[in-house]
């Protein structure tokens, strides 16, 4: 392949109508070929229109951007000729096969019919697609949809490619496996342009720029950045203080800037001032309770931006106490069997969960735990066994049922062309508020989410983390007992999802009883516990360090993420040997 040369970006800016500042403010680079670089940020930061600017999709306010010395706008046609662009909403018609949406984008780049097969073989080689060619793209799994999306990007051997968030939704086997092939590409000469909010995807780049607000923070070897943190991250301890009272109690003490979950323990982020005496003591601690660890990307990039959110849930605040026995069983799934014709979709699953637990529900794409989990709140009746909530039958008593459960989906199941206002009534008045009830908890939902200031726009021009925030506001317009949160923080920044779980712990210690399905990893880390559902069967259900420790090996302990791609080959291997 040859080298692909590089990008030039000079003084950009892109000012939209109505905004106050820049969407990107005088943004200067020079990025060059044969290594993957991450344009990393949180939501809302300008990396999309970034990438539309570099695709020539939007022409920039200001300033000079050149790609192997072409003008994206001027020489818009020329540029097309030799770069992929992989939009978040990436353009597969899901009505068509594999094959079918290969041959299509053939068509739109030119290819001339004698170069097509070997480059579909290529193609469909790489990304392990062959056994697949005649499988509509709308029933592949969201991992295989994004090697798909890759395929079709890389049809006419661009020398340049722009790939803006492709980890989203995307499990961890496969997330590892699309990174695989794209440092093989990039070790080919390609000039490649990851951008994402994802932090542990930032650390497999060979340089990062850091975009917040518009503007560049940062630029450099992430690994750089890390650095700085050393000393400055912290695991923490207390036995009989569940891990999250002792978040809480952490985050209010003026020497600690963040913190998350981490297993039973958690991780806080010292401020250049403080010192672990002073947490020690304010949060009573013995030596053996706090101690340093290595820091990671995601450490520097929060205390870069100021730190986390606050530890006090505002939204927590005006829920009414779900009061019960914490021991009473919330929902459970009995020999829970899915078939679609001869196809058994979930398998004979049974777990529990009880009043103020948060359970998580872990697996690959196209494992079962969607249809499992869609089974569990009343949306998928199952072909065998039952789905119990509130000590209920889903397939008898649903209707009942519904008005003590929350829903929040993965694709947020608000109306793209109403208001934030009319959403807000909308769904409150689905859940039976009417009259002053209604204003109430809508009033007290704006001012806990701060929607004020985009009360009157349209859903869909809000940015994703908004969109989250007002998802989550219509699914507890009700106060239910019960939570379901199906991928609730699928593409939103960390101080998004910090927020996002500040407010769900609120909830927890409230008695709200709470099942989340996600494919990131850190994430599960909040989780009581975990089911991890494998070729349509539960293949482990334990707390999130039982789970690392049966995966690990002599002399270390897991990640999350280590542990569930170990947990899902050793069954793999178990079956083989079987």
């Not at 317009?477 to 407010?503: C, K, N, Q, Y």
Request: hydrophobic residues 40%.
């Amino acid at each position: 392949m040859s080298n692909a040369g590089g990008m030039v970006l000079h003084q950009v800016e892109k000012h939209f109508a109505k905004q106050k500042k820049p969407a990107v403010c005088c943004f200067s680079a020079e990025i060059k070929a044969g290594g993957v670089t991450g344009l990393v940020g949180p939501d809302g930061g300008g990396k999309t229109t970034l990438m539309r600017m570099l695709a020539g999709l939007l022409k920039p306010s200001a300033g000079m951007l050149r790609i192997n010395g072409l003008d994206p706008i001027l020489q818009g046609g020329q540029l097309h000729a030799i770069l992929g662009y992989m939009p978040q909403k990436f353009g597969l018609y899901e009505d068509l096969t594999v094959m079918e949406n290969l041959t299509l984008y053939a068509e739109l780049r030119n290819v001339v019919p004698g170069e097509r097969q070997p480059m579909f073989d290529r193609l469909l080689r790489f990304t392990d697609l062959a056994r697949f060619t005649t499988r509509l793209a709308g029933k592949l799994s969201g991992g295989m949809k994004q090697k798909l999306g890759l395929a079709c990007t890389l049809v006419g051997t661009p020398q340049i490619l722009l790939l803006d968030e492709p980890g989203v939704g995307v499990d961890p086997i496969s997330r590892r496996e699309l990174w695989k092939m794209v440092h093989a590409l990039a070790d080919d000469g390609m000039l490649i342009l990851w951008s994402t909010s994802y932090l542990d995807e930032a650390e497999q780049c060979r340089e990062v720029f850091l975009m917040h607000e518009g503007e560049l923070i940062y630029h450099g070897e992430p690994g750089k950045l890390t650095q700085t943190m050393t000393g400055r991250t912290l695991l923490v301890e207390q036995p009989g203080v569940s891990h999250r009272a002792l978040l809480h109690q952490a985050l209010q003490l003026p020497a600690i800037s963040d913190g998350v979950i981490q297993g039973k323990a958690v991780r806080l982020i010292l401020k250049k001032q403080g010192s672990i005496d002073e947490v020690r003591q304010a949060l009573h601690l013995d030596e053996s309770q706090i101690k340093t660890t290595a820091p990671r990307f995601e450490d520097a990039f929060i205390d870069l931006l100021g730190g986390g959110p606050q530890s006090t849930s505002a939204l927590a605040e005006v829920m009414h106490p779900n009061d019960g026995d914490r021991q009473e069983t919330m929902i459970e799934a009995r020999n829970l069997t899915k078939r679609y014709g001869d196809f058994v979709a979930t398998d004979q699953i049974n777990f529990s969960v009880k009043r103020g637990e948060i359970f998580g529900l872990l697996g690959p794409n196209g494992a079962g735990k969607s249809t499992t989990f869609k089974m569990m709140c009343g949306l998928t009746l199952p072909s065998e066994g039952q789905a119990r909530v509130l000590n209920q039958d889903l397939k008898t008593g649903a209707g009942e049922i519904r008005q003590h459960l929350g829903y929040m989906a993965q694709k947020f199941s608000l109306y793209g062309n109403l208001t934030v206002a009319q959403n807000l009534r909308f769904f409150s008045g689905i859940y039976g508020l009417h009259g002053n009830a209604q204003r109430d908890k809508i009033a007290s939902m704006v001012k806990v989410f701060n929607f004020q200031p985009i009360y009157q726009q349209t859903t869909e021009a809000l940015p994703l983390g908004f969109k989250q925030r007002l998802a989550l506001a219509c699914a507890l317009m009700h106060e239910p007992a019960i939570l379901f949160l199906d991928e609730p923080t699928s593409g939103v920044d960390p101080l998004t999802r910090r927020e996002f779980w500040i407010h769900i712990n609120g909830m927890v210690e409230r008695g709200v009883t709470v099942m989340v399905t996600t494919h990131f990893m850190d994430e599960a880390e909040y989780c009581d516990r975990i089911g991890l559902v494998y070729r349509g069967k539960l293949i482990a259900c334990d707390t999130p360090d039982a789970l690392k420790t049966q995966a690990q090996k002599q002399g270390e302990f897991p990640t999350m993420e280590e542990a569930f791609i170990r947990l899902i080959a050793d069954y793999d291997q178990q079956g083989e040997s079987a």
